[in-house]
Each structure stands twice: as structure tokens, then as C-alpha cells.
């Protein structure tokens, strides 16, 4: 005689029907899961959105792809200068379409504020500083708009009310050096 209880096999394949059920909706919930667009709409749901103040919620690849001609001029608001040759903006491009995004200047590199040595810290200070003077004057614009190599900002030259080209006025000032794409030299001395 076995020391284990009988056991009906009939009794045990004979589940009530709501217990054999849920497997079915675990697959099928599975199944139509992987087949929906879950970034799409996940993006949505208020508990899942970024905050506002971290800035991720850009729209660079929109600002350039919609920009139409390179001499159009698009007013922006200026939220924040980040360094020397890089600010934050609110950009108009149409009649209540406002899209935020990083807009770095064509065509110079400005020392950065992530600084290498102290002299680089002292430029890239007082290139920040600059900007955000030239940037002051108002009615600042941007034109001849493209994408940048690093995702959420713009290139693009930028004009103020009484600066034509804000490039040009940071390479005069010795704030920036020219920069056409590729390797960039170090600031500090011996580099």
C-alpha cells in the first residue's frame, strides 16, 4: 500500500473554467503586447512624462526638418544660455507652433564650462557671458537651420536685433574659434 493519498486524475484535468482561462489571457496579453506600438502610447500617460525642467522634451529633429528656407528667420525665445556657443530657445516656425530645442551656433567652438585646466574655465566663463549679453539685445532669430551631430540640438546662425550674426561677434571678440566639423584642439596652454 503507498504512503501517498489517491489522487482522481478526472478530478484534477476538470479545473473550473475561469482557472483554465488565465493562461489564455496571459498569452494573448503577451501576443497583443509585442504587436502594439508601446512606445507610441506609453509616451502618453501623464506618470511616465519627464519633467519640464530637465529639458528632454525637445523638438530639434522637427525645428530642422520644418524649418523651410535656410534665409527664413525664426524667432525664438531664449530660455537659457548653456556655454559659450550653445543656448536653449522656444522656437516659433509657425503662427502657434512653439518647439524647444538646443541651438548651437554654425560655424565656432566656444571653450567649455566642463573645463580642462583653469584658463579654459576663465574663457569659457566669459564666452558664456557673452552670449548671453549679445543674446539680451532681443528679437533674436535663427536661420540656415540643420541638424546637429549630437540628438536634441540644432545648428544654426543666429541674429539679434542689433548683431547680424552672433558667430561672427564671438570669433571677433576672441570668445570663439572657427570650427568646420571634426577634431577640436584643447583650450588650455600646451595643447
Same mark, same amino acid.
Given at each position: 500500500?503507498?504512503?501517498?493519498?489517491?489522487?482522481?486524475?478526472?478530478?484534477?484535468?476538470? !479545473?473550473?473554467?475561469?482557472?483554465?482561462?488565465?493562461?489564455?489571457?496571459? =498569452?494573448?496579453?503577451?501576443?497583443?503586447?509585442?504587436?502594439?506600438?508601446?512606445?507610441?502610447?506609453?509616451?502618453?500617460?501623464?506618470? !511616465?512624462?519627464?519633467?519640464?525642467?530637465?529639458?528632454?522634451?525637445?523638438?530639434?529633429?522637427? =525645428?530642422?526638418?520644418?524649418?523651410?528656407?535656410?534665409?527664413?528667420?525664426?524667432?525664438?525665445?531664449?530660455?537659457?544660455?548653456? @556655454?559659450? @556657443? %550653445?543656448? @536653449?530657445?522656444?522656437?516659433? !516656425?509657425?503662427? *502657434? %507652433?512653439?518647439?524647444?530645442?538646443?541651438?548651437? !551656433?554654425? *560655424?565656432?567652438?566656444?571653450? #567649455?564650462?566642463?573645463?580642462?585646466?583653469?584658463? #579654459? +574655465?576663465?574663457?569659457? #566663463?566669459?564666452?558664456?557671458?557673452?552670449?548671453?549679453?549679445? +543674446?539680451?539685445?532681443? #528679437?533674436?532669430?535663427?536661420?540656415?537651420?540643420?541638424? $546637429?551631430?549630437?540628438?536634441?540640438?540644432?545648428?544654426? $546662425?543666429?541674429?539679434?536685433?542689433?548683431?547680424?550674426?552672433?558667430?561672427?561677434? +564671438?570669433? @571677433?571678440?576672441?570668445?570663439?574659434?572657427?570650427?568646420?566639423?571634426?577634431?577640436?584642439?584643447?583650450?588650455?596652454?600646451?595643447?
Amino acid at each position: 500500500m503507498s504512503p501517498y493519498p489517491r489522487t482522481n486524475p478526472v478530478r484534477i484535468s476538470r !479545473l473550473p473554467w475561469r482557472s483554465r482561462l488565465w493562461p489564455w489571457v496571459f =498569452v494573448l496579453g503577451v501576443a497583443a503586447g509585442t504587436m502594439l506600438p508601446a512606445r507610441h502610447w506609453l509616451l502618453h500617460l501623464p506618470w !511616465l512624462q519627464p519633467p519640464a525642467s530637465l529639458g528632454i522634451d525637445n523638438d530639434s529633429e522637427t =525645428v530642422w526638418r520644418r524649418a523651410g528656407n535656410p534665409t527664413t528667420r525664426h524667432p525664438v525665445d531664449v530660455l537659457y544660455t548653456i @556655454d559659450g @556657443d %550653445t543656448f @536653449d530657445a522656444r522656437v516659433h !516656425l509657425w503662427p *502657434g %507652433t512653439d518647439l524647444r530645442t538646443r541651438v548651437r !551656433l554654425r *560655424g565656432i567652438d566656444a571653450p #567649455e564650462l566642463k573645463a580642462q585646466c583653469a584658463c #579654459e +574655465l576663465r574663457m569659457a #566663463e566669459a564666452a558664456a557671458d557673452e552670449l548671453r549679453r549679445l +543674446l539680451a539685445e532681443g #528679437e533674436v532669430a535663427i536661420y540656415n537651420i540643420g541638424p $546637429d551631430k549630437y540628438q536634441g540640438r540644432v545648428v544654426a $546662425d543666429v541674429a539679434t536685433k542689433r548683431t547680424a550674426n552672433v558667430s561672427n561677434a +564671438l570669433l @571677433d571678440g576672441g570668445y570663439a574659434r572657427a570650427y568646420g566639423g571634426g577634431h577640436r584642439d584643447g583650450w588650455c596652454d600646451g595643447r
